[in-house]
Structure formats: C-alpha cells, structure tokens
C-alpha cells in the first residue's frame, strides 16, 4: 500500500528522532524552509509536522518554531522501508491516484478565507494571540458549529457540548480516554483502516462486524457483545460507509440504537465524515438527532468539505459525557489554532460555508456523473455501489482485486482495494483527461484479460 507524501514524511522524521539523527530541542526548519528547500509543498511539511506533534515526537514554541522531543534513542533500530527520495520530490509522485480521500483543490476558498483571517487578526481580536482560549476550543466556532449540525443534520445541541480538534483520530483518543475503565471499540469490516490503527494505539480491545446491504450487521453486533461488561464504543459511518459506500437503512439505525439502549455504558460513534454530499434524494438524518437517550457521539471534518490540510474537526456529546469531558480534560489546551478558528468560525457565520458546500456539491456531482458514464460506456462489465453520495463508490470487474491493482500500478494507476474483490474509485480532485486516461487504463487490463481467457 503506498502512502501519500506527508506520511512518509512523517515517518523519515520520526525515525530520525527514534535513531537520534535528530538531537533533542533542536530545531526543525520552518515549514515554508523545508518545502522551498526540498520542493515539495508547504501542506505536505505542515501535515506531517501536525501528525509529529500530535504523536509527541515534536514539540511547538509559540513564536518560534518546532523543536525535537526528548527521546531514549535507539541508533540500531531497523530503517524504515520508505526511500527518501520519495519524500522529497513531489514530481515522483506520478502515478493517477483514485483514492477516496482526495479533493479539488482548485474549490479551495482562498480569496475569501485570506480575507477573514485578516479579519481574525484585526485589532479587536488581539487578545487571540494573547490567550490560549478554551480547552474544548473556542466558543464563538462552537456556536457556529451547533447552528450549522442543527439546520443541515437536525442535531440539537448546545456550543458546551462540542469539542474542537485536529482530527478524527484526537477525538477517538480522548473518547478512549473518557472512561475509568477501559473501552471495547467495536468497527465495521471493512472500514477506515488509518482508523482502525488509530484505536489499536490507544490498546483497547477491539471487535470488528461484517456489513451487509443495509450497513452493519445488528445481529453479529448483539451476538458478540452480550457478554461484554466493560463501556462499548460503536463507531460507523451510516451516511456512507467507508469503503463499501453503503447508506443504513432506517430499520437498521433503530437496531444500532436499541442495542445502545439496551444496556448500560454502550455508546455508537457516529464518523459523519463526508454526509455534505448526497446527490440522490433528500439528505439522510444523521444517527444523533434520532437519538432520544444520549448515546451517540457525533464526529464532523471540515477536510472533505475545506481541504484536508485544514485539520480541523470536532466531536459533539452527549450532555453526561460533555460534562465528564469537562471534568478530565479541563486543564488540556485546544490543538487547534485560534486565529483557524476564529477564520472558520466567521466563514461559517457569515453564509460562505454554507454557498461553498452548494457550489462544490454540483461540482461534484458533475464529476461523479461523468466519471460514471465513463465507465459504463467502456466497462459494461462492471458493477457500481456506494454512488448515491460522497467523494468515491466502487467498482466489481472481471478480475480479482489484487491482479487489478497490481496492473494498474505498472501502468500508472495508483487504486485501492477493499478487502473482499471491490474497487475504490475517488473521483473529486480528477478533471476530464484524468478520468479518460484512467478508465482507459482499466479498459485496457479488462480487454487484455479477456483476450488471455479467450486464447486458453
């Protein structure tokens, strides 16, 4: 599985800093230093300096810059497969990738954000600079926040019970972390692998449930949860599962929710990670505005709406757990900076969010529906799910997954499997050409195969 620039930028620099490459407090470049000097970008080097400082094997000083952990070294440690030269030249990324998890950059607001952050950094916000701001983030976003879930997900809440973070994976830490005891994570396969990992870092046990055509299968999920005593944590994507694409059904959502209901300390995490974009029918309800005994915690991402550099996300609770939150984690600091906040905070309040989803959802949908008649014009073979919203749906052809994949590769396109014989195929960030280019490539192992079987 190849992974994307800033990963492996992540990992050449923590292995540095487990090595002792990398000495303790010493400095690292700024971010637009170690872009210009190794030509890559700055969101590459700002990604990777997120996931370093999130993991604690960087440290920031306000004003300043990023400095080294203090770390036992380990110089014999095995070196990590990744080949520097892919880090540091962006140009070797060649292949036409058809992940899921990438946008349009080119929708990116920036004329209007560079003007709000001037705004954010106007006299009368000064004290931005001088105060760390709440611990659960600033409550001016977590207003806009509770407006925002409450007249595009018909979620009910209060700006206490929101928490800003920098990313799913902060708020699945600090989820973990909320309990005396320690939780059982349960998760859909197939689902987030980064997700999956995520959880095995924080060392809950964790039991993963098979879906079906209505998403998670409800009776394995009560089948081998009976016996579990300790706080369970439910976490899935009704809007659209990741990757399979499918939409809960309504009776399979109050199955979700009477096993929530059914015994004490069971809660369901619901990743509502890309619901903006629903191009069938009317939008979907979200799992927490059905819930009617708080116990569902809700997780929302401005990456696949704004840009995944922007790493800004948050968690809504349910009122007991906002309140355990308050009492375990008062003392922390928001990871988020509060002049981002501040810019999407007045982004959001002042209508651009809301015309930017609009705008980029016809877009989208655009692509989605050219995309699609690509293929079914060229591969009328091949079966397609998981359309109806997001930024990707899969693919069934002729040839088994693997075989796919690793052709595709040798000709320069980069796909991703699901585990059991699907295609994933992300189509936001591609124009025209790319999608003729890779629908031709796919065109071509399909026909070369067929031809290899007729000749047996």
């Not at 954000?113 to 001037?118: D, G, H, P, S």
């Amino acid at each position: 599985m190849r992974n994307s620039l800033y990963e492996n930028l992540y990992r050449k620099i923590a292995l540095d800093i487990r090595t002792g490459k990398l000495a303790a407090d010493s400095k690292l470049p700024s971010i637009r230093g170690y872009a210009d000097e190794n030509g890559i970008s700055r969101n590459t080097v700002l990604n990777a300096y997120n996931l370093l400082l999130l993991e604690g094997y960087i440290y920031s000083k306000e004003k300043s810059g990023f400095y080294v952990s203090h770390m036992e070294a380990n110089p014999h440690e095995k070196k990590s497969p990744v080949r520097e030269e892919s880090v540091v030249r962006e140009e070797e990324e060649s292949l036409l990738d058809l992940s899921a998890n990438l946008v349009d950059s080119s929708l990116f607001p920036y004329s209007t954000l560079r003007q709000l952050y001037r705004e954010a950094l106007s006299g009368s916000n000064i004290s931005l600079l001088e105060m760390a701001g709440s611990f659960k983030g600033d409550e001016e976003l977590r207003s806009s926040i509770a407006e925002f879930v409450y007249s595009h997900r018909g979620i009910t809440c209060t700006p206490e019970q929101v928490v800003i973070g920098n990313g799913t994976s902060y708020h699945l830490q600090q989820i973990a972390r909320l309990f005396e005891d320690r939780p059982v994570y349960i998760m859909e396969r197939p689902g987030f692998q980064s997700t999956l990992e995520i959880v095995k870092d924080t060392g809950c046990q964790i039991i993963q449930i098979e879906l079906d055509e209505a998403g998670l299968r409800a009776d394995l999920l009560k089948r081998r949860t009976k016996e579990i005593q300790s706080t369970q944590l439910l976490h899935i994507s009704p809007s659209h599962q990741f990757p399979m694409g499918t939409t809960m059904s309504a009776p399979r959502r109050s199955s979700i929710l009477s096993w929530a209901y059914s015994k004490e300390r069971r809660y369901v995490i619901e990743d509502d990670y890309d619901s903006d974009f629903r191009y069938i029918g009317h939008p979907i309800p979200s799992l927490e505005s059905m819930d009617t005994r708080e116990r569902v915690i809700y997780l929302g991402t401005f990456s696949r709406t704004l840009t995944p550099s922007m790493r800004i996300s948050y968690m809504i609770l349910p009122k007991p757990l906002a309140r355990l939150y308050d009492e375990r984690f008062r003392y922390y600091q928001c990871p988020v900076s509060r002049i981002d906040q501040k810019a999407l905070s007045l982004f959001m309040d002042q209508g651009y969010f809301v015309r930017h989803i609009n705008r980029m959802k016809r877009i989208y949908r655009t692509k989605r529906d050219e995309m699609i008649a690509l293929l079914e014009s060229r591969l009328p073979s091949i079966e397609i799910r998981g359309e109806e919203a997001g930024l990707h749906f899969i693919i069934h052809t002729p040839i088994p997954e693997r075989t796919l994949v690793s052709q595709a590769k040798k000709l320069g396109l980069f796909l991703k499997g699901t585990g059991n014989g699907w295609i994933i195929i992300g189509y936001a960030h591609l124009d025209g050409s790319e999608m003729e280019k890779a629908v031709s490539i796919l065109e071509q192992i399909i026909s070369t195969r067929k031809s290899a079987k007729n000749i047996e």
